[in-house]
Nanobody, 128 residues
Framework: QLQLVESGGGLVQPGGSLRLSCAAS????????IAWFRQAPGKEREGVSC??????????LYADSVKGRFTISRDNAKNTVYLEMNSLKPEDTAVYYC???????????????????WGQGTQVTVSS
């Protein structure tokens, strides 16, 4: 059974960095387009970044709010996707989720409705 587990969240000061990990079991991640989402209290879930299926291409997308600060990457040997987050701001505070598009879709998307497998989330808090 496919399972996604996020880790790496925590409390960090503004301007700091964190690296989130999304580890998969029961599936080989390089066959999937993968995205990171976040949801802050009282707000809708929003797409942060995604990476397309690496066997076709590894193109990436970023939300405007994180461009130049966040980087998504894969380590196929570890079956893990990462989200490197730098220059963190208080408005980055949220629960962060990784999610997969259905098998067979090559291109990644930042819309939650385009994904059918989700992890449980990891909390990121940016505060002084």
């Amino acid at each position: 059974q496919l399972q996604l587990v996020e880790s790496g969240g925590g409390l960090v000061q503004p301007g700091g960095s964190l690296r989130l990990s999304c580890a998969a079991s029961g599936a080989t991640l390089d066959y999937y387009a993968i995205a990171w989402f976040r949801q802050a209290p009282g707000k809708e879930r929003e797409g942060v970044s995604c990476i397309s299926r690496s066997r076709s291409d590894a193109s990436t997308l970023y939300a405007d709010s994180v461009k130049g600060r966040f980087t998504i990457s894969r380590d196929n040997a570890k079956n893990t996707v990462y989200l490197e987050m730098n220059s963190l701001k208080p408005e980055d505070t949220a629960v962060y989720y990784c999610a997969l598009r259905p098998h067979g879709f090559r291109q990644c998307k930042l819309q939650p409705s385009a994904h059918d497998r989700w992890g449980q989330g990891t909390q990121v808090t940016v505060s002084s």
